[in-house]
Nanobody
Framework: VQLQASGGGLVQAGGSLRLSCAAS????????MGWFRQAPGKEREFVAG???????YYVDSVKGRFTISRDNAKNTVYLQMNSLKPDDTAVYFC?????????????????WGQGTQVTVSS
């Protein structure tokens, strides 16, 4: 599986962005998908995940602001980010894991995209 993330950019605090992650392969619908982020000087952290059944999971800091979704017909997972804060500034990565379920652990994902930069100005 190859993953291509896009949609990052520079936005003011309070603004919105939608990230996309396009996947290759015909088994996308069977994968659990996750979004992670890594800020400068910090470890990569789980942000949101969606299972093959559509169950969603979020880190507490983004609940109510971010929404993860998937379109299996387009082999794409999205991360809609609203009410952005400067603390959301990071490189965002999408990841895929077989088995269809979601884990918050980085080590649980076999495939990673290249990352897209999100910068939120105050």
């Amino acid at each position: 599986v190859q993953l291509q993330a896009s949609g990052g950019g520079l936005v003011q605090a309070g603004g919105s962005l939608r990230l996309s992650c396009a996947a290759s392969g015909r088994t996308f619908s069977s994968y659990g998908m996750g979004w992670f982020r890594q800020a400068p000087g910090k470890e990569r952290e789980f942000v949101a995940g969606i299972s093959w059944t559509g169950s969603t999971y979020y880190v507490d800091s983004v609940k109510g602001r971010f929404t993860i979704s998937r379109d299996n017909a387009k082999n794409t997972v999205y991360l809609q980010m609203n009410s952005l804060k400067p603390d959301d500034t990071a490189v965002y990565f999408c990841a895929a894991r077989g088995g269809g379920v979601v884990t918050r652990a980085l080590s649980g994902y076999e495939y990673w995209g290249q990352g897209t930069q999100v910068t939120v100005s105050s």
